[in-house]
């Protein structure tokens, strides 16, 4: 299933308005990413890093914390008003401004 930015966030409402009854307050879903981004960590710190899985951890994928972390980001948009597809074409067009010798330049990337 391919869907459109604009698609994922009429979806998520949807399924907001349908079934979840109605979307948490904007602090509460802040405070929820946040722990969805931690899980997302955990999830890294154990599969790419020195860390190892707990019994209870082992069936926890990369793939389902991530889009947790997208679904409460559409919840948010969302519930601010924000088109995500009109601001992440705003931020490429920043990015490409200021960021256009950044990386290139950078020794470090090389």
Request: charged share 35%; glycine share 4%.
């Amino acid at each position: 299933m391919n869907m459109t930015i604009k698609e994922a966030q009429e979806k998520v409402d949807q399924w907001i308005r349908t079934t979840g009854v109605r979307y948490f307050s904007e602090l509460t879903n802040m405070a929820i990413l946040t722990e969805e981004v931690g899980e997302v960590a955990r999830v890294i710190a154990r599969q790419y890093g020195d860390q190892s899985f707990k019994e209870s951890e082992k069936k926890k994928e990369l793939a389902d914390e991530l889009a947790d972390v997208l679904w409460v980001l559409l919840c948010l948009a969302n519930q601010t008003g924000i088109d995500l597809t009109v601001a992440l074409e705003k931020n490429f067009d920043k990015k490409t401004v200021r960021d256009a010798n950044r990386h290139r330049d950078n020794e470090k990337l090389r």
